[in-house]
Nanobody, 124 residues
Framework: QVQLVESGGGLVQPGGSLRLSCAASGRTFSGYAMAWFRQAPGKERRYVAAISWSWIGYNTHYADSVKGRFTISRDNAKNTVYLQMNSLKSEDTAVYYC???????????????WGQGTQVTVSS
């Protein structure tokens, strides 16, 4: 049974940092793309970042809203993907979800597996 479990969310002040983790189990994800999405209150779930495999290595891609502030990375030995979030803003407040699948994309329907989400609140 495939399972994705996020951790690392919490309350942080504007300008602060957090690192989210997503631990995968049930299969090997080294060849799979992995991504982070987020859903703010009253809004649709939106793409944040993804890391995918190609013949030249791993590629990363970011939503414009987080580019330069967030960094996605992975540790295949631990079957874990990370999201380092710096210079956090109030508009980053959301539930953050981890996703995995054989293909990468910015829409929900591309991804096969989802975690349960972790809350990130940016507030003073």
């Amino acid at each position: 049974q495939v399972q994705l479990v996020e951790s690392g969310g919490g309350l942080v002040q504007p300008g602060g940092s957090l690192r989210l983790s997503c631990a995968a189990s049930g299969r090997t994800f080294s060849g799979y793309a992995m991504a982070w999405f987020r859903q703010a209150p009253g809004k649709e779930r939106r793409y944040v970042a993804a890391i995918s495999w190609s013949w030249i290595g791993y590629n990363t891609h970011y939503a414009d809203s987080v580019k330069g502030r967030f960094t996605i990375s992975r540790d295949n030995a631990k079957n874990t993907v990370y999201l380092q979030m710096n210079s956090l803003k109030s508009e980053d407040t959301a539930v953050y979800y981890c996703a995995a699948g054989p293909r990468s994309g910015v829409t929900d329907d591309i991804w096969d597996y989802w975690g349960q989400g972790t809350q990130v609140t940016v507030s003073s």
